[in-house]
């Protein structure tokens, strides 16, 4: 049974046009993670929620932004979407943020800008 | 700062055969290490982990030990199968480091039958 779901598997998109990526868990985790994942690289992580409070990478443009309604869901907007930002992206969760917890993924999202 | 280097890939083994992929860190103070795994169009998963020094992660046959001596997490596995093959990070998690996982570049396994 799937328990971090991402919607959708894949996703295509125009340049400069927002898009929304969604992920949803089933594990009632207090983490949620965004990470982005480009070809042959690591994951390189955008931001997380803890609960309701949210922290920012200082890395992370400003274009992504994020959006966590409740407890189990998670929304990645990407407000003007340039051809850099074709990747995967990976939701995950946690149940904490100790140094002992695992981290549950997603399948991710493929996203291709044209 | 915190950092993880992992031997690079692509690695291609024989089925049965043995399978090291190095793995070092830097880091101050005890961080607590990770080895993931990435099939092929999937995201990761928790391979096995340890959380101080001298103890052993184990999962599907893989093995890694926390080595403080010589900073390293090494992964290994006595007889590798296709199934096997896919994408291995090593990671790490310090609560001084923004309490964040930092990831090694990835390690690609093709296990031939």
């Known amino acids: 049974d799937a328990m971090v779901i991402q919607n959708p598997r894949y996703q295509v998109t125009q340049f400069g046009k927002p898009v929304t990526l969604s992920c949803s868990q089933t594990?009632?985790?207090?983490?949620m993670y965004w990470y982005q994942q480009k070809s042959s690289q690591a994951p390189k992580l955008l931001f997380h929620y803890y609960d309701k409070d949210f922290n920012n990478e200082a890395d992370t443009p400003d274009n992504f932004q994020s959006r966590r309604p409740n407890t189990s869901f998670c929304f990645l907007d990407i407000r003007s979407p340039g051809l850099g930002d074709a990747a995967m992206y990976l939701c995950?969760?946690?149940?904490?943020?100790?140094?002992?917890?695992?981290?549950?993924f997603g399948q991710g999202t493929r996203l291709t800008v044209v | 700062g915190n950092s993880v280097t992992q031997m690079e890939g692509p690695v291609t083994l024989s089925e049965e055969a043995f399978l090291t992929i190095n793995c070092t860190y830097t880091a101050t103070g005890y961080p607590s290490l990770f080895w993931y795994v990435q099939y092929p169009g999937e995201g990761l998963q928790l391979l096995l982990k340890a959380t101080k020094a001298d103890d052993k992660g184990s999962n599907k046959g893989f093995e890694a030990t926390y080595r403080k001596e010589t900073t390293s997490f090494h992964l290994e596995k006595g007889s590798v199968q296709v199934s096997d093959s896919a994408v291995y990070f090593c990671?790490?998690?310090?609560?001084?480091?923004?309490?964040?996982?930092?990831w090694g570049l990835g390690t690609s396994l093709a296990v031939n039958p």
């Open positions: 990671a790490l998690y310090n609560a001084g480091n923004n309490r964040k996982l930092i």
């Open positions: 594990l009632n985790h207090n983490v």
């Open positions: 995950a969760t946690s149940r904490g943020l100790g140094g002992d917890t695992e981290a549950f």
